[in-house]
């Protein structure tokens, strides 16, 4: 049984940072691609970035390039994601997401997390 769990999102003025974290209850956490996803309302969920397992390699979608930071501690089952200079565009629910055997380069979660919501005001 694979259970993610997101926490960190909240209200924050543009220009400002969020760190968002994700709790994975995983048998083997290294054996899994780990990545981030969001949506916003009305549009469709969207990929944000993904890390490989060992964390050596990491991916992102060119709006967030040079803003977020995608990292992992797979000593603590954890992954995160630092989002710095946000804009009100970056508003959505983000969710923690992983596949097992999976590539960061080519992701495609069977796992997905509840969800937590990043507001960034004007």
């Known amino acids: 049984q694979v259970q993610l769990v997101e926490s960190g999102g909240g209200l924050v003025q543009a220009g400002g940072s969020l760190r968002l974290s994700c709790a994975a209850s995983?048998?083997?956490?290294?054996?899994?691609?780990m990545g981030w996803f969001r949506q916003a309302p009305g549009k469709d969920r969207e990929f944000v970035s993904a890390?490989?397992?060992?964390?050596?390699?990491?991916y992102y979608t060119d709006s967030v390039k040079g803003r977020f930071t995608i990292s992992r501690d797979n000593a603590k089952n954890m992954v995160f994601l630092q989002m710095n200079s946000l804009k009100p565009e970056d508003t959505a629910v983000y969710y923690c997401?992983?596949?097992?055997?999976?590539?960061?380069?080519?992701?495609?979660?069977?796992?997905w997390g509840q969800g937590t919501q990043v507001t960034v005001s004007s």
């Open positions: 997401a992983a596949e097992k055997f999976g590539s960061a380069t080519i992701f495609n979660p069977g796992y």
């Open positions: 995983v048998p083997t956490f290294i054996n899994y691609a």
């Open positions: 890390i490989s397992q060992s964390g050596g390699a990491t």
